[in-house]
């Protein structure tokens, strides 16, 4: 948490104590200011003969003061409004900014991004109506959903051990393609008995071709993890997943549905798997789109049926924690 500055009375203060003798913690103690800040007062005053605030380093802001204060008023005004619309706020009136310098500047205000009370409530209600399901009501769940995975990089940082000066060696860097080098989209599920069917998206995923992709892949995963006849199919609010015509599809197979709280990705389990896979494939360091899809079915085969049980197993302790915390998110 960034502090504010002491104000310079008080930094004269420190420095008026210490020349007539006092210790750091005595200073401390009188003037209640931590030792630490004591200590650093006093050692910006022998170095540099002043207590003024002494002009910072750094880029100068690329925003009036003016500007930053109709940007948390246009926020504050429309808590719903996108990093976007507000960047296309801003653009109207001759500012433009990254979408990142415009969160960061709404922190710096105490805003910060919320799912919405709606959202919350519907999470608290989904995790106290089925805190007391039996353990057998989540191994007869099929679950699902799309990942994106990058051709190039896990989305970390990377480090090397190098001496000074040597960064630009060859050995010390790591090549890397402009956005990226492509990536795949990837449609899967999985149950306590194992992982299901990986498929690659091509192109955008829209309701037909998201039906299509049930048509192929849905019962088929549920006979390969011996599921019973009845079981429940899970996938999140997205469009494609609630439309009409995909409802509708549902409804004529017979499918039960999980009804899903909105913006939960914390209560998906597939989450974790995503995880590992992302891990597992790029050790292996695909070299094309072609070996991205290739590892990645072959690591998504090679899940052991553990981890998706222990997952599974667990899932109670989620809801539990949703309960506890009644917050956004959980550390699940």
Request: hydrophobic share 35%; aromatic share 8%.
């Amino acid at each position: 948490m960034v502090r504010r500055e002491l104000p310079k009375h008080q930094r004269d203060l420190i420095v008026e104590r210490y020349q007539s003798g006092e210790a750091y913690k005595r200073i401390s103690k009188a003037l209640h200011i931590p030792w630490n800040t004591v200590k650093t007062v006093i050692i910006k005053w022998r170095k540099y003969g002043t207590t003024e605030t002494l002009p910072r380093t750094g880029c100068p802001s690329k925003m009036y003061e003016k500007t930053r204060r109709k940007l948390v008023r246009e926020a504050s005004k429309r808590p719903t409004a996108t990093l976007k619309e507000l960047q296309e706020f801003l653009a109207s009136t001759g500012c433009v900014l990254h979408v990142t310098t415009i969160s960061c500047i709404l922190h710096m205000n105490g805003l910060w991004g919320r799912v919405t009370m709606k959202s919350i409530q519907a999470r608290l209600k989904f995790a106290k109506t089925n805190i007391k399901s039996p353990k057998s009501t989540w191994e007869n769940v099929l679950w699902s959903d799309e990942t994106k995975v990058e051709l190039f990089g896990h989305n970390s940082k990377r480090y090397v051990w190098r001496k000074n000066n040597t960064a630009h060696h060859p050995k010390n860097t790591i090549p890397t393609v402009k956005h990226g080098g492509g990536s795949i989209m990837l449609w899967g599920c999985f149950s306590s008995a194992g992982t299901g069917a990986l498929v690659r998206v091509e192109g955008i995923m829209n309701s037909s071709k998201y039906q299509a992709i049930l048509a192929q892949n849905l019962q088929a995963s549920v006979r390969k993890l011996k599921m019973k006849r009845k079981f429940t199919f899970q996938h999140d609010n997205d469009p494609k997943h609630t439309s009409k015509s995909t409802k509708a599809w549902l409804h004529q197979k017979k499918i039960h549905v999980l009804e899903w709280p909105s913006q939960s990705p914390d209560l998906n389990p597939i989450e974790h798997l995503w995880g590992d896979l992302k891990r597992a494939v790029h050790r292996r360091c695909p070299r094309n789109l072609t070996d991205l899809e290739r590892f990645c079915k072959e690591e998504w085969a090679n899940i052991a049926t553990s981890r998706c049980a222990m997952l599974i197993d667990s899932y109670p302790k989620r809801l539990s924690a949703v309960i506890k915390s009644k917050v956004a998110s959980t550390k699940y």
